[in-house]
């Protein structure tokens, strides 16, 4: 049997991309600083990179599925074009208030549900507990370690017009979260 692998899980909006809301077009995606060179450094160290992203948008109508995955396959060509890889995107459709026709309801995928990490960690044997997560959301690092991940990470980047708010830090302080304001700070181990 081949050894679980660790894995670097990053939310989309506000990790990968800047957050324009409701980003599905190339022309309006600009990348967080950092954000190639963090997975060039994930895959240096044979981390297995998965992105796990909630997508409201297509519960709410603003975009569809294929417009989603169309907009996925060019940001993986992009982070290509950087010599990084992604290996796999995981979205959920759903909105348990906002969600339209089968898009409404409550389900397991969307953070901070594990479901997402949980299909991840089965498809490419991961090892959760040597895996990290860098989210911008208090909800993305509560699916992480609902899911079992080691070490979550609160990225707010210092390059936008936020900074965490003291129920943020209360809340990241009792998860055990550190918090981050540069993908630099992402620490990864040798596997």
Known sequence: MIAPTPALFLDRDGVINVDVGYLHK????????????????ANALGYKVIVVTNQAGIARGYYTETQFLDF???MKNEFSRNYAHIDEIYFCPHHPVHGLDKYHTQCDCRKPAPGMFLEAQAAFNIDMQASVMVGDNISDLEAAIAAGVGLSNLFISSSIDRTITEIEEAQAKKLQIKTISSLKQVSLSNT
């Open 26 to 41: 190339p022309e309006d995606c600009i990348f967080v600083e950092g954000i190639f060179d963090l997975v060039k450094r």
């Open 72 to 74: 996925s396959a060019w």
